[in-house]
């Protein structure tokens, strides 16, 4: 596994493997490049397939600042320009996304052709203002009581944590997966992924998204127990250019619950952004205009 030494001296191990346009892999919290293994083993013979373990995860180095969104973003950046992507297609899986869209904010934005979000909305604690945060109510009490469990008992807080990536009412046909999760994330630093989760529940990135000029799509899980499906609704609205896709029998991780049907996904969105023809697909789709 390639490594790159980053310009403050820490270390970003990445996955690239295969060729053809730069599809770059973005993971979420707590998980690692290995979460990617379908898309690794489907899509190398059509993509140049590329997916770090962000820092603070797997085999990259710790997080030690306290604007982690935008040290991962800075990161991912260093890492397109070291190996000199362009027409990048980015995919941000939950936390992934946040990065995505914070890498549209910096120097490698005229490399990306287009942005794949995974199941993720740009603020994920709910106030008045904003009823499309995490599903379970969470809020800046609740946010704190978390950081709380997470010093106390990082195994505890995790293996809680993991059953809700799947679809609802699929934990137990999916065990093995979740198995296979939570001993991803039962190996991470709990500092690290403390000072993420603190920059992650600081981010508001409403404003952001609304001026994205960036051909998007919005997958989201219909059986998803973080978001409801109005978040990706008022995503589709909200996104010039963005088209949404649901995936009936998944949850929050599409990429591994139907990974087949989220493959044909991608390639079909790569076909869209060189003006091919659309593949017909079985999932539901709205689109929104540039």
């Not at 993509?47 to 800075?74: E, K, Q, W, Y």
């Not at 934990?171 to 979740?178: C, K, P, S, V, Y």
Request: glycine share 8%.
């Amino acid at each position: 596994m390639p490594t790159l030494k980053l310009t403050d001296g820490a270390a970003l191990h990445f996955r690239d493997e295969g060729a053809g346009q730069p599809l770059v892999l973005l993971h979420g919290w707590g998980m690692r490049s290995e979460v990617f293994d379908p898309q690794f083993a489907a899509l190398t013979t059509r993509f140049r397939v590329i997916a770090p373990d962000l820092r603070g995860h797997g085999a990259s180095s710790p997080v030690n600042g306290s604007d982690g969104m935008t040290i991962l973003a800075h990161d991912v950046a260093e890492l397109i320009h070291d190996l000199d992507l362009t027409q990048v297609i980015l995919v941000g899986w939950s936390m992934g996304a946040i990065v995505a869209w914070k890498l549209m904010q910096g120097s490698a934005s005229d490399r990306i052709a287009g942005i794949v979000i995974v199941d993720m909305v740009p603020r994920i604690l709910s106030d008045a203002s904003w009823p499309f945060g995490l599903r379970d109510g969470e809020d800046a009490t609740a946010f704190d009581s978390d950081v709380a469990r997470m010093r106390k008992d990082w195994r505890a807080y995790s293996d809680e944590f993991v059953p809700r990536n799947v679809a609802r009412g699929r934990e137990d046909a999916r065990g093995a997966l979740l198995e296979k999760l939570a001993d991803l994330v039962r190996l991470n630093d709990p500092e690290s992924m403390i000072r993420l989760w603190q920059s992650l529940a600081s981010q508001d990135l409403r404003e952001d998204v609304a001026e994205s000029r960036v051909p998007s799509v919005i997958i989201y899980g219909e059986r998803g127990q973080l978001y409801s499906p109005a978040a990706f609704a008022w995503l589709n609205e909200t996104i010039p250019n963005s088209r949404r896709v649901s995936f009936s029998d998944s949850g929050h991780a599409p990429h591994l619950e139907e990974s087949e049907l989220f493959n044909a996904t991608l390639v079909d969105f790569a076909d869209r952004l060189r003006g091919e023809p659309a593949k017909t697909q079985e999932t539901c789709e709205t689109e929104r205009p540039t």
